[in-house]
């Protein structure tokens, strides 16, 4: 579990650490405050900077809209710097051995995750085997063949993890968008503001389908309606390819002799859905949860929160959300007086020198807040 965790140079952050961080971490604040910056700085920690990773970070974003460049400028660093530069803070990518991002555990120094930008020269082996070679700054020049750009991901334990390229006209560009991911730092999930993809969704299913998590699964979702007997996931039949068809998640309902879709039931059940479903794909690691209370009616909230305890501690999982809701804060706050061990609060605030500031609450704060209607998001 991370107890601590330390950002620098990353997006909003020019540098920020979050301490005593808990089993369940709720996080408030206002727009552009640094919230969906730290979930991702946690999944490209989890990963240890994986390419896949960060690829799907920048398309979420739309950060990919000019990334084409000309061929006379594909080994222009500045050129290429895009859609790069906006991991970096400020939004400009650093010099090459210039300063990077640095995501980890303060408290254990060697799982410190570094992504750097570094020049590299391409050349092959005897096997004709494409190989990378590191040269430094002052070694670049035009006479100079083969030179390639590439963030380099590694952990100050010396391990190297990832190279990625950040040349669109590099061999390596594309083929790294399928590169798996090695040893994970952590197994994790992440549930978006908007839900997770079919693809994502069917497996994830399939990972727990007739097993005990299946059970939980549905026992969660009887909090908003105890009337549902049972869940699947099924090929949407309208599709004209079964092979390529989506496949829906479909209820029986108690009452109801036919299968009814998931979502004829509501926002707040496919919400649930995704966020309990991948809850239970986390064991022994991360989930990370946008906006929590998208769809949910206040009233299960509390519900719904003490079971998102009971299950991260039953099966080790540490679970960092965030919320725009006071509803969703209310309903956490009161699982938190129950499990005070088990929980933690705190807000993010824009900062002129660091870019965001973090601050914690204690139980007795929170509620303070609350009972005198203080804002705290």
């Known amino acids: 579990m991370i107890n601590s965790l330390l950002i620098r140079n990353f997006r909003i952050f020019k540098e920020i650490e979050i301490k005593n961080l808990k089993r369940v971490n709720l996080f408030v604040g206002k727009n552009n405050s640094g919230k969906s910056c730290l979930l991702e700085a946690l999944q490209i920690y989890a990963t240890k900077g994986s390419p896949r990773t960060v690829f799907d970070i920048i398309s979420s974003r739309d950060e990919e809209w000019e990334s084409f460049i000309s061929e006379k400028d594909k080994y222009s660093a500045q050129q290429i710097s895009k859609p790069f530069a906006y991991l970096f ?28 930008l570094k020049a590299l020269q391409i050349a092959e082996d005897k096997d004709g085997r494409r190989k990378r070679i ?33 040349n669109p006209y590099s061999p390596e560009y594309r083929q790294q968008l399928y590169t798996g991911y090695k040893d994970l730092i952590l197994n994790h999930q992440v549930v978006p503001t908007k839900n997770l993809n ?29 009337n549902i007997k049972g869940i699947a996931l099924v090929a949407n039949l309208a599709e004209k390819s079964i092979k390529k068809s989506r496949r829906i998640p479909i209820i029986r309902y108690k009452g109801v002799n036919e299968r009814l879709p998931l979502k004829t039931m509501g926002d707040g059940l496919t919400r649930l859905f995704h966020i309990i479903l991948a809850l239970v794909n986390s064991k022994n690691g991360l989930l990370l949860i946008d906006e929590f209370e ?21 099966l080790n999982v540490q679970v960092i959300a965030t919320t725009h809701s006071r509803d969703c804060i209310k309903g956490f706050h009161d699982v938190w007086s129950s499990n005070e061990e088990s929980a933690s609060f705190y807000r993010l605030e824009a900062d002129p020198i660091n870019g965001a500031k973090v601050i914690g609450y204690t139980r007795e704060m929170l509620s303070d807040s609350i009972d005198s209607d203080v804002e705290v998001r």
């Not at 009233?299 to 501690?313: F, G, S, Y």
Request: hydrophobic share 40%; with cysteine.
């Open 294 to 314: 998208n769809g949910l009616h206040w009233l299960t909230l509390p519900k719904i929160w003490k079971n998102i305890v009971r299950l991260a501690e039953k």
């Open 198 to 226: 079919d693809d994502d969704l069917a497996t994830l299913w399939d990972n727990i389908n007739l097993t005990d998590m299946e059970k939980e699964v549905l026992f969660c979702l009887k909090i908003i309606d105890p």
């Open 89 to 116: 803070n400020g939004y400009l990518l650093p010099e090459i051995d210039g300063e990077a991002i640095e995501i980890g555990q303060p408290d254990d120094d060697s799982k410190m995750l570094k992504i750097a």
């Open 134 to 166: 590191p040269i430094d700054r002052d070694s670049i020049n035009d006479d100079l063949p083969d030179i390639q750009f590439a963030l380099e991901a590694t952990q100050k334990s010396g391990e190297r993890c990832y190279y990625i390229t950040v």
